[in-house]
């Protein structure tokens, strides 16, 4: 079982960046595919950005392509979210989430990942 614990929050103004990382432990992060969602309060999870286990192939929600960009250290188990151009509506707390099935597809629906972080807020402001 793999552990995930996100870091990188905070609060930006608006056409800022912020880089989120999740670090893994207890397994290597290689086996997993990762993914990146979002929550705020009242809504669903929703998908941000996910890669595959070896990192080369990735997959963004339309909302934050080309803003945003999803990369992966297996060496150093961490997989990190630069966040560029960022809007009010980016505005949420972050989760990254570990797939340990699909070798290959990258999945947007949460109910697809199996071990989850804490989250970290990000909030940017008008």
């Known amino acids: 079982q793999v552990q995930l614990v996100e870091s990188g929050g905070g609060w930006v103004q608006t056409g800022g960046s912020l880089r989120l990382s999740c670090a893994a432990s207890g397994r290597p992060l290689s086996s997993y595919a990762m993914g990146w969602f979002r929550q705020v309060p009242g809504k669903e999870r929703e998908f941000v950005a996910a890669i595959s286990r070896s990192g080369g192939k990735t997959r963004f929600a339309d909302s934050v392509k080309g803003r945003f960009t999803i990369a992966r250290d297996n060496a150093k188990n961490t997989v990190n979210l630069q966040m560029n151009s960022l809007k009010p509506e980016d505005t949420a707390v972050y989760y990254c989430?570990?797939?340990?099935?699909?070798?290959?597809?990258?999945?947007?629906?949460?109910?697809?990942?199996?071990?989850w972080g804490q989250g970290t807020q990000v909030t940017v402001s008008s």
């Open positions: 989430a570990a797939d340990s099935v699909s070798p290959i597809l990258l999945f947007t629906a949460a109910n697809r990942y199996d071990y």
